[in-house]
């Protein structure tokens, strides 16, 4: 079966723009597939209040799934969006591995990146409290093995009229 697009049509890619969540096994490259399926995902997750309950329900079913930032454009909003999905019912380890392995695995690069393991670059995030909540602060960024420390802001002041 093949699928026509109009002119007007943007080539589909797995998972929703905009909303921090992304695509399930039925597509394995972010490429539409023969049934349409990327394009009405995109749809359904952009248009649907209850899109922050699919990565769980994907989860729950055992399909593998990752989250790629596509329309947000800081770290706090694919934060945000992925702590939405947890609080619909998606457990933290899978947030965690959907962030991680499943990206790696689903692009083919599983064995330089996505685990912890000896031999992989090290590309690491160490936070002071849970990565998914608002008052969390990151203590340390590993890029490729090399140690960054964030600079530490001063509180801001009031200001009073």
Avoid at 41 to 54: G, L
Avoid at 67 to 88: E, M, N
Wanted: glycine fraction near 10%.
């Amino acid at each position: 079966m093949t699928t026509e697009k109009s002119a007007n049509e943007q080539p589909a890619s797995a998972g929703a723009p905009g909303t921090g969540f992304a695509s399930t096994a039925a597509t394995s490259a972010p490429t539409d597939d023969a049934f349409g399926l990327a394009s009405w995902m995109r749809w359904w997750m952009q248009a649907t209040p209850q899109a922050p309950a699919v990565p769980g329900l994907l989860a729950k079913a055992g399909l593998k799934f990752g989250f790629y930032s596509d329309g947000i454009d800081t770290a706090t909003g694919l934060r945000q969006a992925v702590k939405r999905a947890i609080d619909a019912g998606l457990p933290r380890a899978d947030a965690i591995r959907a962030l991680t392995r499943n990206v790696a695995e689903m692009y083919g690069v599983a064995d330089r990146l996505g685990t912890i393991e000896r031999g992989k670059i090290a590309n690491l995030v160490v936070t002071k409290g849970d990565v998914f909540e608002d008052k969390t602060t990151i203590e340390y960024v590993f890029v490729d093995g090399r140690k960054f420390a964030p600079e530490k802001l001063a509180p801001e002041k009031e200001v009073h009229d």
